[in-house]
């Protein structure tokens, strides 16, 4: 059955009087049986469906990319590239790789290469502790070679241009697993994300895991709740016709909570990134993708 | 602020023997259980606002997590909590009043926003801007609960086997 005609049912049902005790669906079960695979392009097969890490312990029984958890339509589009409305921002990622910028008159390719060569298996292991034991992300150490090796302008965390190149990186790791490391330098800022996922801030007192792990599988309203992995980053948002950074979602899921969200580019939701994305490690870099 | 103006455009039309009714969030009494029995305003609550409160998203927005027969005439309510249709024959008016207010009382650890309260919020919100809250409301006024109850009492569908 399709989610939309899961919806429908849930609606006949709603409107046929069904609720002796409850329309609750069970979480943490998979969304969509009935999909056995992605494979984009033809040509890049996606593991939606992998054993929960064990630092989960038991918290999930197993980790499904957000996309099983969409329409028909919506995850056709993310199947063929002609049809992913992100790839036109990575082929603008593609160029502005290959652009002289700054006062030392030097491309990325200048020190990394070909783009397809220098930064495949990158976005997989993002976020990462730095030489100098501070965690970053992917546009940490973009925004470094901007300054210090190219003379350049930082770009802003969450505009255009920095989420075109962030789109562009994380294509050329599509299919790879993500394997983001949780120990040894990365222990603390990795406790500090998972003391934050498990948090409920806000007004309504919401944790990530009262929606993300309590209720993945149900609805809030019309919303069909993912486990909130974010392998799919930077991700195509078609309510918003935009590509929206790991940040900015999760600035925009803390604030409906009511609370005083947290910075983009900001320590804590580095944290949270790692902690998140370590949730996800086994299922594929599948970014840019695309979700309602 | 905004509370004191309510309570002086209150003084102004009715008598501070009513007004002295109105419970503060930090003065609920709760039952063992997490029941309330004394009304939040000694004043009636009206279903038909009620209605309004639970199927406004800036509001009670109760649809986005229960269906209800009461609100079948809204599209794709939510999942998340227990279906409400024949909800008053599962608890008692008083029960019905602290589930509404602050149900971590009767229901350690649910998901449920405690919609009359002001204790424990990490990281206060002014509403849904991301910003800091300048001080602490509660999700809905006394009245608004009251209202939500007399709703929620005319809930009263049979139980299906």
Redesign the interface.
Known sequence: MTLRAK?AA??AM??A?????????EPNIDPNPDVTELVINGEIPITIRAPAPDHLDGALPEIYSGWLYRDASTREMEMDDFENPAMPFVDAGIEAWNAVDGSEGKSCADCHGAIEEGMAGVRAVMPKVNEAGALWSMEDYINDCRVNRMGAEAYDWDKQPMKNITAAIAAQSRGMPVNVAIDGAAAPYWEQGREMYY????????SCA??HQ??NN??????HLSQGQINGFPVYRLKQSALVTIHNRF??C????????FAKGGDELRALELYVASRGNGLSVEGPSVRP | MRKLFVLCTAGMVMLPSVLAAETAPGDVVFGDLGAVEESLTGTAGNAEAGLEVATTRSLGNC???H???GW?HM????????????VAHRYTEAELRGILINSKHMFEGT?M??FYNVD??????????????TS?EP?LSAQQIEDLLALLQTFD?P???
Do not use: H, W
């Open positions: 919806m849930g609606l709603a409107t009087l069904v609720f002796a005790g409850s329309a609750q669906a948090t409920r801030y806000g007004k309504l007192q919401l009262s929606c309590e209720n149900n609805f809030i309203r019309g919303d600035y925009g803390v604030r409906d909570t009511q609370a005083e969200s | 649809l986005a997590c269906v209800a027969e079948a599209p794709l309510p939510g999942n998340i909590g227990p279906a409400l249709t024949s998901v926003p405690s424990d919020i990490i990281r206060p919100g002014d509403g849904y801007t991301g910003k800091a809250a602490v999700l569908e139980e299906e086997e």
